[in-house]
């Protein structure tokens, strides 16, 4: 075997090996990317029924600081039997934090119903908020309703909060609470 050879087979052995590497890597990002397509949908997760999608998309993105997650699904009837309603359905998911929100908007919808705060059962969501002032203004801006007569101050300042219930819009009860 001549020097020659000896160099070209170390070549093409490199270059074989160089092309494995690549094969390997693109191989590896296939998988990075296919595991990062499936948007799972969140859990824990509350669900509300809503009149107006995309409304309430945006209310809870844009003035309460929730990011859209998971993809949108139209599921049609295809959970009627879970929830004892035969409406098309069409779902979106929000989350801000550990709190995940499943916003249900069905097809054929009743008209809200004022859910008292003792009445049993879910009362209302309550966020923290940095700028109790900033953020109503934001509810209000994007559809919903801040109830001034709810608006209380209790504690010291260091370990108190002032609080004020508002409403998104289709009527869910939300308190939006500052630390003092």
Not at 16 to 28: D, F, Q, S, Y
Not at 29 to 41: C, D, F, G, H, Y
Not at 67 to 80: P, R
């Amino acid at each position: 075997m001549t020097a020659m050879n000896g160099i070209r087979r170390r070549s093409a052995i490199g270059r074989m090996v160089a092309g494995l590497a690549l094969i390997g890597a693109a191989a590896g990002l296939r998988r990075a990317e296919a595991a990062e397509q499936p948007n799972p949908v969140p859990s824990p997760r509350l669900g509300l029924a809503v009149a107006d999608l995309q409304k309430s998309v945006d209310f809870y993105v844009n003035a309460l600081g929730f990011k859209e997650v998971a993809m949108a699904q139209s599921v049609g009837k295809l959970l009627s039997t879970a929830m004892e309603v035969d409406s098309p359905l069409d779902v979106r998911f929000v989350q801000k934090g550990g709190l995940a929100i499943e916003l249900l908007h069905f097809a054929e919808h009743k008209n809200p119903v004022s859910h008292p705060m003792n009445q049993r059962g879910l009362t209302n969501l309550t966020l923290a908020v940095d700028d109790l002032t900033a953020t109503s203004a934001l509810v209000k801006q994007h559809g919903g309703t801040i109830i001034e007569k709810t608006r209380t101050k209790f504690g010291v300042p260091g370990n108190g909060a002032i609080i004020v219930f508002c409403e998104d819009p289709d009527g869910v009860r939300i308190g939006l609470e500052q630390v003092i």
